[in-house]
């Protein structure tokens, strides 16, 4: 065991190959994006929805298998109220989380594979997210809002979202994700954003930044007739557990997460007034902030039933196909160019090669939504 840790950890042939895989089904995965948006989109939004989940699933299932596949990494979710389990996965949802760490998204991105969910995800990222390849370029076929840091302009292109993704049928349940933070926690950013909370008379969180309300107001208004209910999720790690960063997870070291989940009907939302919204997500995340505290003294959240969750081997088959159809073929190639001496050697193996460094160096440039 301690020879596989050292491999997945140091061997950079594994790492290349892992590179060569990801980068080559992704360009598979957005070139049929592409088709569906240009061949489906015009005449039938609904088929084009349908479609899109499952390349989006045949792409960032990718991320769930090294998560929990190569590394070994767990989430425990528990639940403030248990009957809420019904409804997840079986319900369109707003999700709120907090963001302190390099890979909070990816632990939620486990638990909505094991859901079922993950083909129908999104995000609010910034606009220049859409860029980055691969990842960025399925985000904009899957109907992420990509906004540009000016709420004159944001405000105009998250009531055009929202009216889009309100057409997203039933039984194809979408999630998005909204970080109401704005940007990953920093000692740096938590400083300025306690200045302006004692400046404006709200409340001073310890493992938050104070939330930013017009975008979730907005949100809340424009979704209220299709989006039943808020998916609230406080996220911590074990002090056991390796560091939760991007590295460690393509390194193969397992990251050992607590997930606790409420549920909170749109009724419960003052949605219809902005002031009142705004002061209501303001209480709400002094109330995560406080839940967070709990872990910190107890390395637990001390209230909540524990639902057990299990890996399926959906994301494996997936990651196995395309390593057999496009890693595996690569691979071969460039082997062979190397025994033969083939006067393409040189450019395929640079290739092969930045293939793997795209993706150990990229993974984190991939994610630099983490820190929007």
Not at 98 to 105: F, L, P, T
Not at 242 to 251: F, G, K, N, R, Y
Not at 257 to 279: G, Q, S
Request: hydrophobic share 45%; proline share 3%.
């Amino acid at each position: 065991m301690e020879v596989i840790k050292w491999l997945k950890a140091n061997f950079i042939p594994f790492h290349l190959f892992l590179g060569v895989t990801f980068v080559s089904s992704g360009l598979i995965v957005c070139f049929l994006m592409l088709l569906t948006f240009l061949l489906v989109w015009p005449f039938s939004k609904s088929l084009y929805r349908k479609i899109i989940v499952y390349l989006a699933y045949a792409h960032w299932s990718q991320f769930t298998f090294l998560g929990q596949w190569w590394s070994g990494s767990d989430c425990t979710l528990l639940l403030e109220d248990p009957t809420i389990l019904k409804y997840i996965g079986n319900e369109h949802t707003i999700v709120i989380m907090n963001h302190k760490y390099d890979i909070d998204w990816l632990m939620s991105w486990i638990l909505s594979e094991r859901f079922k969910m993950l083909g129908g995800t999104k995000i609010y990222g910034k606009s220049s997210l859409r860029l980055v390849p691969l990842l960025g370029w399925a985000w904009f076929f899957a109907e992420s809002i990509f906004l540009k840091r000016n709420w004159e302009k944001d405000r105009q292109i998250i009531a055009r979202d929202l009216n889009y993704i309100k057409d997203f049928p039933d039984k194809y349940w979408f999630t998005l994700l909204l970080f109401c933070e704005g940007t990953r926690f920093t000692e740096s950013k938590h400083k300025l954003s306690m200045e302006f909370a004692a400046k404006h008379n709200l409340p001073i969180l310890k493992h938050h930044l104070s939330p930013r309300t017009k975008g979730f107001t907005l949100s809340m208004y424009g979704l209220k007739e299709k989006v039943p209910a808020v998916l609230d999720l406080t996220i911590a790690f074990a002090k056991d557990s390796a560091s939760p960063t991007l590295m460690s997870i393509l390194q193969g070291k397992s990251c050992r997460a607590y997930m606790y989940a409420r549920r909170i009907p749109l009724c419960d939302i003052p949605t219809d007034n902005e002031e009142a919204c705004a002061a209501w997500l303001q209480n709400h995340y002094k109330q995560k902030d406080d839940l967070y505290e709990e872990f910190v003294k107890h390395g637990c959240f001390k209230k909540g039933t524990e639902i057990v969750t299990y890996r399926r081997p959906n994301d494996l088959i997936m990651w196995s196909f395309w390593a057999l159809t496009t890693g595996l073929p690569i691979s071969y190639y460039v082997t062979y160019l190397l025994v033969t001496g083939s006067l393409l050697l040189q450019f395929c193996a640079l290739v092969f090669f930045i293939g793997g460094i795209f993706f150990e160096s990229g993974f984190r440039i991939l994610f630099c939504f983490s820190s929007f």
